[in-house]
């Protein structure tokens, strides 16, 4: 658990330095680690990292000790590959265009621990130039957001239609799993 919250502190932050229109300022960082401190707290987890960088070596030792190949991880890999070619403007493109440019932007490491073939140099250059170009396009010839844009507003958020209620997502059971009051021999 604390690893996969670990990704929610560093991977925006390192994300947004790379490609973003701008870094995060020092009091947003320490803004989103309280956040997630205190949401940590909160799902009961027991020593949470107190400084951004304590989550980053958090995630950066984890991925080293720990990565490695799992047929359940990569068929939700290859699933949430395969999903990436289905939103807009990704669906227009030739499948094996989108998964060549989502796997540049995947680690050696998580390559390599789902059994992908790793992507050229130039592949991954030009990958890196087109997220540090639109990150460019943004920042320069954006006018910035004055409305708040809902997920509801944008064409390429989907949900169900139906709507749905939180119990009756998942595989959680209704009861505690754990049989209590009983004692092995």
Not at 66 to 84: C, I, Y
Not at 98 to 104: D, G, I, W
């Amino acid at each position: 658990m604390r690893y996969v919250l670990s990704t929610f502190v560093v991977t925006p932050v390192r994300w947004l330095a790379d490609f973003g229109w701008r870094s995060l300022t020092p009091h947003e960082v320490t803004a989103c680690v309280n956040y997630h401190r205190a949401m940590d707290r909160h799902m009961g987890i027991r020593d949470i990292p107190e400084t951004y960088e304590a989550f980053a070596t958090l995630l950066d030792d984890h991925e080293a000790a720990d990565f490695a190949f799992d047929a359940r991880s990569k068929a939700v890999a290859d699933v949430t590959l395969e999903l990436l070619t289905t939103f807009p403007p990704s669906n227009l493109a030739p499948k094996r265009l989108v998964h060549l440019f989502a796997r540049s932007l995947l680690e050696n490491a998580l390559l390599d621990a789902f059994h992908y073939a790793h992507p050229s140099r130039l592949s991954l250059t030009v990958t890196r130039m087109a997220l540090k170009a639109r990150g460019a396009f943004v920042r320069y010839a954006l006018s910035p957001r004055e409305e708040p844009l809902y997920g509801r507003q944008r064409p390429n958020i989907r949900s169900d239609p139906n709507g749905y209620t939180a119990d009756s997502l998942g595989t959680f059971p209704k009861t505690c799993p754990v049989k209590h009051g009983t004692r092995r021999a």
